[in-house]
């Protein structure tokens, strides 16, 4: 069933998947895959370190 509070968090997600495509569509052209696998493996790792601290600090 959907509910309007689904509603509410899934609009913004799929506004920002099309934002996200619409930049994507505009830098890949610009960017060679190894400078974009650099970006993405530093940013999961960050995520990564930024996940592990907040669990272990129990927030």
């Given at each position: ?6 509603l ?37 790792g ?14």
């Amino acid at each position: 069933m959907l509910l309007p509070s689904t509603l509410l968090l899934a609009v913004p997600g799929i506004a920002g998947q099309f934002i996200g495509m619409a930049i994507g569509s505009r830098v890949v052209d610009r960017i060679r895959a190894d400078q974009f696998r650099l970006f993405v493996y530093a940013f999961l790792g960050i995520a990564g370190v930024l996940t592990c601290i907040t669990g272990l600090s129990g927030r």
